[in-house]
């Protein structure tokens, strides 16, 4: 339940105040599929940074990290698919996007968790 209030904040901060549903139906045009992928890659690594900050357990950490099929890592992938097929149109478009309101993003170093 988290993790979706924290989407609800996300989509607030960009001024998308659409309902929540609306995340995850691609139809809706509001944001590219990239975009939405980068959100979830944004929140999941949020999800595992506050995870660590709890001193959650290992297994509950290594559950939330996954592997190909689930979690930070099939998200992780999934962007940069997304991300390297993208026409250098979009890509500049995505960039401007996240710098405008995620001017501070960074990734994770798995290795220190």
Do not use: C
């Not at 990239?34 to 890659?41: G, Q």
């Not at 996954?66 to 890509?91: E, H, P, R, V």
């Amino acid at each position: 339940m988290e993790h979706e209030s924290f989407h609800a904040e996300e989509m607030h901060k960009i001024g998308l105040n659409r309902p929540l549903k609306d995340y995850y139906n691609s139809n809706k045009g509001w944001t590219n599929e990239l975009k939405k992928t980068f959100l979830e890659l944004e929140e999941r690594i949020k999800e595992l940074r506050r995870l660590k900050e709890r001193n959650a357990p290992e297994s509950l950490i290594k559950e939330h990290v996954g592997d190909y099929n689930s979690g930070y890592i099939q998200n992780k992938k999934q962007f940069n698919f997304l991300k390297g097929k993208a026409k250098s149109i979009k890509k500049r478009e995505f960039d401007i996007w996240q710098q405008e309101y995620f001017p501070n993003f960074k990734d994770i170093d798995l290795s220190t968790f």
